[in-house]
């Protein structure tokens, strides 16, 4: 009998343990179901902040742009910076390449980001950039209407890094079905932001109208 009811309560405590351990499981995945729900009836009920910027002209040397960045903690203005950055290249490569260095922040620009700008240049981002003025189309040519508009705008996963300094916002193409993104950082000790992931921007687009042969 001895043998046999240790047998009995070590059995009984096993029964019990796997039990206390399944109710402790299913009120984790339950809390954790309600905090993924709320999570996501958060970003399904989220609006989307969306700033509009004007220029009557557009900078063409990295002073000018300094003057044209009227808040430097302004994540927002910072993406539409680049937009007018990268289209200066066509005109003047070297004034381009310190214009983003400075948007770039204390990191130098990247020899590679250098290379992948002139090599995108090379085929079509000449069209690529300026389809993120307001107006800009294939029909069209891209030619943006005036003043100069550039639309930047984020969604319900912008801010999911945003504890690790990071934020992502999107720009709308005249060319392109998806909005493209820039991801940005910030310096803490300064609040300022600057650009982080922009390559985007220069993605393929549809084809200008006087460059298609079949249009």
């Known amino acids: 009998m001895g043998l046999f009811g240790d047998i009995l309560k070590r059995t009984t405590e096993i029964i019990k343990s796997e039990v206390n351990y399944r109710e402790h499981r299913a009120v984790q995945n339950a809390a954790g179901n309600i905090t993924n729900n709320i999570i996501q009836n958060a970003k399904n009920n989220y609006r989307a902040n969306s700033r509009t910027f004007t220029y009557d002209l557009l900078p063409t040397t990295v002073e000018e742009l300094k003057v044209f960045q009227k808040n430097p903690q302004d994540p927002f203005e910072t993406a539409a910076l680049a937009v007018l950055a990268l289209n200066v290249y066509s005109d003047n490569p070297e004034e381009c390449i310190r214009m983003m260095d400075y948007l770039n922040g204390p990191d130098d620009l990247a020899v590679r980001d250098q290379q992948l700008i002139q090599t995108q ?49 999107y720009i709308p193409s005249g060319g392109a079905d998806n909005d493209r993104k820039v991801t940005l950082r910030t310096k803490p000790s300064t609040g300022e932001w600057f650009i982080y992931s922009w390559q985007g921007l220069l993605m393929g687009i549809r084809t200008a109208d006087e460059a298609n042969p079949w249009a």
Do not use: C, R, W
């Open 121 to 169: 240049f090379m085929e079509s981002a000449k069209y690529t950039v300026k389809s993120y003025f307001q107006g800009a189309n294939p029909q069209n040519n891209y030619t943006p209407s005036f003043p100069y508009t550039v639309t930047v705008h984020d969604n319900p996963y912008s801010y999911d890094n945003q504890k690790d300094g990071y934020i992502s916002l």
